[in-house]
């Protein structure tokens, strides 16, 4: 399994943005799908995540309301659409696959960055004020 996230850029306090991750190899509809971040000098934390069932979707409370994830089955993509983006929001992002299958999830599973098996490279982020 591979991830290749892009999406990434430079922007405005305010703006928005739209990461994309692609990914290749396995059976993506089984995968639940997450998005981190990592701000320089901090910990990779958690943003969003999204389970086989497209209504299951999980998010920081720094993020919610402002970021929406979603996915296409059809194309192998997870998108995290950013709105409302904050100098705070600065880090790279990272996609993650958790391929295990698992039908139901819990918040507190999901959101566990130990549950994820593949990651994506990265697309950085930089919001200005």
């Known amino acids: 399994v591979q991830l290749q996230a892009s999406g990434g850029g430079l922007v405005q306090a305010g703006d928005s943005l739209r990461l994309s991750c692609a990914v290749s190899?396995?059976?993506?509809?089984?995968?639940?799908m997450g998005w981190f971040r990592q701000a320089p000098g901090k910990e990779r934390e958690f943003v969003a995540a999204i389970g086989r069932n497209i209504y299951d979707k999980y998010y920081a409370e720094s993020v919610k309301g402002r970021f929406t994830i979603s996915r296409d089955n059809a194309k192998r993509m997870v998108n995290l659409q950013m709105n409302s983006l904050k100098p705070e929001d600065t880090a790279v992002y990272f996609c993650a696959a958790n391929t295990r299958a698992i039908l139901t999830i819990s918040s507190s599973y999901i959101m566990d960055i130990r549950q994820y098996d593949y990651w994506g490279q990265g697309t950085l982020v930089t919001v200005s004020s």
């Open positions: 190899g396995g059976t993506f509809s089984r995968f639940a």
